[in-house]
Nanobody, 129 residues
Framework: QVQLEESGGGLVQTGGSRRLSCATP????????MGWFRQAPGKEREFVAA????????NYADSVKGRFTISRDVPKNTVLLQLNSLNPEDTAIYFC??????????????????????WGQGTQVTVFS
């Protein structure tokens, strides 16, 4: 069973930045499409960003486009989410997820939770004004 572990969450002031990491010991990491989702208090979990494995194409939710950047560090088996220009509406638990079985989902499909079969436990990001 693939394991994902997020880190990097914490408290940050409005306008600040944070970098989230999602690491796995799985050596097949380079073949997984990866995504980030978030869940704010009292709300459903929502898509944030995704990156394909084959060519590194990326997709972002409109609410974070231009502020967040997803990337992957293949040698370190890590996917990163750089959060910039944070505001209180970004306060949420951030989850990373991996598609370890379908291998070839198109980028638009990676906005759906059911495209992923492995999830991390989440890391809390709290933005205060």
């Amino acid at each position: 069973q693939v394991q994902l572990e997020e880190s990097g969450g914490g408290l940050v002031q409005t306008g600040g930045s944070r970098r989230l990491s999602c690491a796995t010991p799985d050596l097949r990491f380079s073949f997984y499409a990866m995504g980030w989702f978030r869940q704010a208090p009292g709300k459903e979990r929502e898509f944030v960003a995704a990156i394909t494995w084959r060519n590194g194409n990326k997709n972002y939710a409109d609410s974070v486009k231009g502020r967040f950047t997803i990337s992957r560090d293949v040698p370190k088996n890590t996917v990163l989410l750089q959060l910039n220009s944070l505001n209180p509406e970004d306060t949420a638990i951030y989850f990373c997820a991996a598609d370890t079985s379908r291998w070839n989902l198109p980028l638009p499909a990676l906005v759906r939770e059911d495209s992923y079969d492995v999830w991390g436990q989440g890391t809390q990001v709290t933005v205060f004004s």
